[in-house]
Nanobody, 120 residues
Framework: QVQLVESGGGLAQPGGSLRLSCAAS????????MGWYRQAPGKQRELVAS???????RYADSVKGRFTISRDNAKLTVALQMNSLKPEDTAVYFC??????????????WGQGTQVTVSS
């Protein structure tokens, strides 16, 4: 069974830092890309950052320079280091992965989500 399990998150003060981690299991093919989305109350889910298996990264403009994504292809993990946090970063953060299922097809999978709250 394909599964993404997140850890990290919680409460941080404005200007503080948090680190999210995600581990995939049950996937035997290449994961490409792997990354993080977030959804704030009343808003659509949006891409925060993603990284391809070759290391190409994408970031939302709102987090560039503050968040850094990293991944370990061998361990099937991805992490998101969040610095200089702002109240507007408050959201549920979801790990996401696309993985191959053969014949050139891909399927995607979501983690259960982890709450990040930035407040003084």
């Amino acid at each position: 069974q394909v599964q993404l399990v997140e850890s990290g998150g919680g409460l941080a003060q404005p200007g503080g830092s948090l680190r999210l981690s995600c581990a995939a299991s049950g996937i035997t093919s290449s994961i490409d890309p792997m990354g993080w989305y977030r959804q704030a109350p009343g808003k659509q889910r949006e891409l925060v950052a993603s990284m391809s298996s070759s290391g190409v990264t994408r970031y939302a403009d709102s987090v560039k320079g503050r968040f850094t994504i990293s991944r370990d292809n061998a361990k099937l993990t991805v992490a998101l280091q969040m610095n200089s946090l702002k109240p507007e970063d408050t959201a549920v953060y979801f790990c996401h992965a696309f993985y191959g299922i053969g014949l050139g097809y891909k399927r995607d999978c979501w983690g259960q989500g982890t709450q990040v709250t930035v407040s003084s």
